[in-house]
Nanobody
Framework: QVQLVESGGGYVQAGGSLRLSCTAS????????IGWFRQAPGKEREAVAG??????????YYADSIQGRFIISRDDAQNTVYLQMNSLKPEDTAVYYCAADYGLEYGSSWYTPRKYESWGQGTQVTVSS
């Protein structure tokens, strides 16, 4: 089973940027669809972005709430998936998690948490107004 570790969270003012990293160990991250999710206090976990496994083309997917502001990418040589977050808003404040899916079909359900087999421990992102 792949193990995932998130990093890069922190405190930033509105309009600023952060880049989150999701680094895998135990398996090659290129073989997995990787999703980024977030959970704010008192709210359900929501999908932010996903990227399909590399040999399928690595297509990316985004939630409407972050469309045009966040970019997901992967560097298989570093065994890492990134989430570049720009134009951050206070409502982006949450714990951000990455997760790995080993299924053959990714795009139609990338936003579904139960699709993913492995999860990282999360990294806090706080955006001040």
């Amino acid at each position: 089973q792949v193990q995932l570790v998130e990093s890069g969270g922190g405190y930033v003012q509105a309009g600023g940027s952060l880049r989150l990293s999701c680094t895998a160990s135990g398996r090659t991250i290129g073989n997995y669809g990787i999703g980024w999710f977030r959970q704010a206090p008192g709210k359900e976990r929501e999908a932010v972005a996903g990227i399909a496994w590399s040999r399928s083309g690595g297509r990316s997917y985004y939630a409407d709430s972050i469309q045009g502001r966040f970019i997901i990418s992967r560097d298989d040589a570093q065994n890492t998936v990134y989430l570049q977050m720009n134009s951050l808003k206070p409502e982006d404040t949450a714990v951000y998690y990455c997760a790995a899916d080993y299924g053959l079909e990714y795009g139609s359900s990338w936003y579904t948490p139960r699709k993913y087999e492995s999860w990282g421990q999360g990294t806090q992102v706080t955006v001040s107004s």
